[in-house]
């Protein structure tokens, strides 16, 4: 079973570049990486998606190296609303046959004025 | 608002007993995910619905079980619960498959006494 990891927290302050790191072994070719942000009781939002190279929409930028074992979350000048937990979300192969969507452990951010 | 909908908003019920949780995906979508989000186990896979089929399946425990209707919304059934059990379900749908964008309801909360 794949493990996906990130920093447990992050702190930054408004106005400053914010980059959030996944590690993901064994994904699998045809996977997307996706990113989701989440408030306090509120389902995940998504923010950004890619398979390879960069990828950039009108709020974030994904990083994505050729062997696509990380990938790496850019916010731009952030602000004090971009405080939430951020997950990224990959395919697992498994064993079973089926897919399986495996959920980063989430980074939770922290912006200070 | 992402246009999933998912019902009850809260749930409180008592060992040992069966409850099920509705979800309505965002108009056209095909493709129906259910997540179980734990303090302690973070967001799990549980399952995936296509037009109807199984697609894909997670961690599911064989007390879980789920089903998408021909009108494409989902039901997630679970049985015997236990203490354990007490977590924020979330619904997602996409368009297609698994490498699509997933839109999140907001959430069914179980507390299981």
């Known amino acids: 079973l794949a493990k996906t990891t990130q920093p447990i927290s992050m702190d930054s302050y408004e106005g400053q570049e914010v980059n959030i790191t996944c590690s993901h072994n064994?994904?699998?070719?045809?996977?997307?990486i996706t990113w989701y942000q989440q408030f306090p009781s509120q389902g995940p939002r998504f923010i950004i998606q890619g398979y390879k190279t960069k990828v950039t929409n009108e709020v974030a930028s994904l990083f994505i190296p050729a062997d696509r074992k990380s990938s790496t979350l850019s916010l731009p000048r952030v602000s004090l609303s971009d405080t939430a937990v951020y997950y990224c979300?990959?395919?697992?192969?498994?064993?079973?046959?089926?897919?399986?969507?495996?959920f980063g452990t989430g980074t939770r951010l922290l912006v200070s004025p | 608002d992402s246009g999933v909908t998912q019902t009850p908003k809260h749930l409180i019920t008592a060992t040992g007993q069966r409850v099920t949780l509705r979800c309505s995906p965002r108009?056209?979508?095909?493709?129906v995910y259910w997540y179980q989000q734990s303090l302690d186990q973070g967001l799990q896979f549980l399952i995936q619905?296509?037009?109807?089929?199984?697609?894909a399946k997670g961690n599911i425990l064989e007390r879980f079980s789920a089903q998408q209707f021909p009108d494409l919304h989902s039901e997630l059934n679970l049985s015997s619960l236990e203490l354990g059990d007490s977590a924020l379900y979330f619904c997602?749908?996409?368009?297609?498959?698994?490498?699509?964008?997933?839109?999140f309801g907001p959430g069914t909360r179980l507390t299981v006494l």
């Open positions: 064994n994904i699998a070719t045809n996977d997307y």
């Open positions: 997602a749908s996409s368009p297609r498959e698994l490498t699509d964008t997933q839109y």
């Open positions: 108009s056209g979508d095909l493709s």
């Open positions: 619905y296509y037009n109807g089929e199984e697609r």
């Open positions: 979300l990959v395919g697992d192969p498994g064993n079973t046959g089926f897919q399986k969507l495996v």
